[in-house]
């Protein structure tokens, strides 16, 4: 049944994407989250649809009359840097080349989305949609899995799909955290309109939150718990994020196992965990590999690669000051890096980490300044608040991103083209009007009157 809606869906789809640009970019976005392929069986999971819809969005690009200023910005230019830096990565990679080379079509793809979300994203309608996107994907698998979880009454162990960016338990659920935000800026603009909206998207972000727990994802929970903090402060509306925080944490705590409850625990012992000295080592040897090869580090996946991680792995007693506490490098099998900050750094070098955390940094920045100057000019409460919570987005990224191999997801680098359009386009088309809007009528030259 589900081959057959695809089916007869997919004509119209097209259509639409082929009409409007930017409803194939947001297309694009939640085929990467979604992984519709998993969903459907027989003849509809044989499409490759992030391709197709990719290629729509490339020839409605083409063939769209009205293009809007092309505008990267400093943001922009920093992210382009970065993926020509994997170039030189990639082609110099000391590890496996078919897997680097694979690794880095991917990302390939990845920066080509953040391009099209710059060239194609221009007004409020367009930037909705891309959020529309991302919680009908990432929200309704949390939808899923989080009321199998609550039916089970806390047994249902929250998982990805098999084969798909998100198919990890930690790295599904930092998206379901950085998908809150989100969500919050779609209740506080569309709850209004209608009570099913209202209370789909309020219980969609219950969901979210309470999905982290179900994942059983310490790193997760640091995340949910740093931006709840940020987002409490902030937000406008306090007294009401703190009730919905109060009556989260009272209905969760029933479903959270004492196994779940003992693996929090540990994060105030990490140095006595085995798990975790066990990412402190693929960590350090992550920062063996950048001092070995500087410039360009080992490549994609290059720590992941047997060989490789063995031969660095003679060079670990040579940082002793790198404290791992009595854990010691596989003997087995290579571990991946565990962390998106030392994972760019062995597979880019330094200088690849250094592009990584500069537009990192800036994207996050950059939001928070399209916040201020929008409240500053007068603009709707639309804008600023849409960029804070991208702002939030990408924190909630950067904090639970620092256990985990996530750093080429494809949310993040969507976010950074949302971010170069809230400031290029969107405020720079609202703050005039407001400004205009609220500058005071100039008093009449004497003698003069003023006509209605």
Same mark, same amino acid.
């Given at each position: 049944?589900?081959?057959?809606?695809?089916?007869?869906?997919?004509?119209?789809?097209?259509?639409?994407?082929?009409?409007?640009?930017?409803?194939?970019?947001?297309?694009?976005?939640?085929?990467?989250?979604?992984?519709?392929?998993?969903?459907?069986?027989?003849?509809?999971?044989?499409?490759?649809?992030?391709?197709?819809?990719?290629?729509?969005?490339?020839?409605?690009?083409?063939?769209?009359?009205?293009?809007?200023?092309?505008?990267?910005?400093?943001?922009?230019?920093?992210?382009?840097?970065?993926?020509?830096?994997?170039?030189?990565?990639?082609?110099?990679?000391?590890?496996?080349?078919?897997?680097?080379?694979?690794?880095?079509?991917?990302?390939?793809?990845?920066?080509?989305?953040?391009?099209?979300?710059?060239?194609?994203?221009?007004?409020?309608?367009?930037?909705?949609?891309?959020?529309?996107?991302?919680?009908?994907?990432?929200?309704?698998?949390?939808?899923?899995?989080?009321?199998?979880?609550?039916?089970?009454?806390?047994?249902?162990?929250?998982?990805?799909?098999?084969?798909?960016?998100?198919?990890?338990?930690?790295?599904?659920?930092?998206?379901?955290?950085?998908?809150?935000?989100?969500?919050?800026?779609?209740?506080?603009?569309?709850?209004?309109?209608?009570?099913?909206?209202?209370?789909?998207?309020?219980?969609?972000?219950?969901?979210?939150?309470?999905?982290?727990?179900?994942?059983?994802?310490?790193?997760?929970?640091?995340?949910?718990?740093?931006?709840?903090?940020?987002?409490?402060?902030?937000?406008?509306?306090?007294?009401?994020?703190?009730?919905?925080?109060?009556?989260?944490?009272?209905?969760?705590?029933?479903?959270?196992?004492?196994?779940?409850?003992?693996?929090?625990?540990?994060?105030?012992?990490?140095?006595?965990?085995?798990?975790?000295?066990?990412?402190?080592?693929?960590?350090?040897?992550?920062?063996?590999?950048?001092?070995?090869?500087?410039?360009?580090?080992?490549?994609?996946?290059?720590?992941?690669?047997?060989?490789?991680?063995?031969?660095?792995?003679?060079?670990?007693?040579?940082?002793?000051?790198?404290?791992?506490?009595?854990?010691?490098?596989?003997?087995?099998?290579?571990?991946?890096?565990?962390?998106?900050?030392?994972?760019?750094?062995?597979?880019?070098?330094?200088? *690849?980490? !250094? +592009?990584? %955390?500069?537009?990192?940094? &800036?994207? @996050?920045?950059?939001? $928070?300044? =399209?916040?201020?100057?929008?409240?500053?000019?007068?603009?709707?409460?639309?804008?600023?608040?849409?960029?804070?919570?991208?702002?939030?987005?990408?924190?909630?990224?950067?904090?639970? *991103?620092? !256990? +985990?191999? %996530?750093?080429?997801?494809? &949310?993040? @680098?969507?976010?950074? $083209?949302? =971010?170069?359009?809230?400031?290029?386009?969107?405020?720079?088309?609202?703050?005039?009007?407001?400004?205009?809007?609220?500058?005071?009528?100039?008093?009449?030259?004497?003698?003069?009157?003023?006509? !209605?």
């Amino acid at each position: 049944m589900r081959d057959l809606v695809m089916l007869v869906v997919l004509p119209v789809m097209l259509y639409a994407m082929a009409q409007r640009p930017f409803i194939a970019v947001g297309m694009c976005l939640w085929t990467a989250l979604f992984f519709p392929n998993a969903w459907v069986y027989g003849i509809a999971s044989v499409p490759r649809y992030n391709l197709l819809f990719a290629a729509v969005a490339i020839v409605g690009y083409l063939a769209w009359k009205h293009k809007p200023k092309i505008q990267f910005t400093g943001l922009g230019m920093l992210v382009l840097a970065f993926f020509l830096w994997t170039v030189g990565s990639t082609m110099t990679s000391i590890g496996n080349p078919d897997l680097s080379w694979e690794i880095w079509s991917r990302f390939a793809k990845v920066v080509t989305l953040f391009v099209f979300v710059v060239l194609v994203i221009k007004d409020k309608l367009h930037f909705d949609f891309v959020l529309w996107c991302v919680v009908l994907s990432v929200g309704f698998y949390a939808d899923l899995e989080t009321l199998k979880f609550l039916a089970s009454g806390g047994g249902h162990n929250i998982v990805g799909m098999s084969g798909h960016v998100l198919g990890d338990r930690n790295e599904l659920a930092l998206a379901f955290v950085m998908t809150l935000p989100l969500c919050y800026y779609l209740w506080m603009e569309y709850g209004k309109q209608s009570r099913i909206l209202n209370l789909a998207l309020l219980g969609t972000m219950g969901l979210l939150a309470l999905g982290v727990i179900g994942t059983q994802s310490r790193g997760g929970l640091v995340a949910m718990l740093a931006l709840g903090a940020y987002m409490f402060l902030k937000s406008d509306r306090k007294l009401l994020l703190g009730v919905l925080i109060a009556v989260f944490v009272i209905g969760a705590s029933f479903y959270v196992s004492e196994d779940y409850v003992a693996r929090v625990d540990s994060i105030a012992s990490a140095g006595e965990d085995g798990s975790f000295m066990g990412r402190v080592v693929a960590w350090k040897l992550s920062f063996i590999m950048a001092m070995e090869h500087p410039f360009f580090g080992g490549g994609f996946k290059s720590l992941e690669y047997f060989p490789v991680w063995t031969e660095l792995s003679k060079s670990f007693f040579d940082y002793s000051w790198f404290y791992t506490g009595t854990e010691l490098p596989n003997t087995s099998y290579a571990r991946a890096a565990h962390s998106v900050y030392f994972q760019v750094m062995g597979d880019h070098g330094f200088v *690849g980490l !250094a +592009l990584y %955390l500069s537009f990192l940094t &800036l994207g @996050f920045l950059k939001a $928070g300044k =399209v916040a201020r100057k929008a409240r500053r000019a007068g603009a709707p409460a639309w804008l600023p608040l849409a960029a804070t919570m991208v702002q939030l987005s990408i924190f909630a990224f950067a904090v639970g *991103g620092a !256990a +985990l191999s %996530l750093a080429y997801f494809d &949310l993040l @680098f969507a976010l950074f $083209g949302l =971010v170069v359009v809230l400031e290029t386009r969107l405020l720079a088309s609202v703050a005039p009007l407001a400004a205009t809007a609220s500058r005071p009528l100039a008093a009449p030259a004497p003698g003069q009157r003023l006509v !209605a």
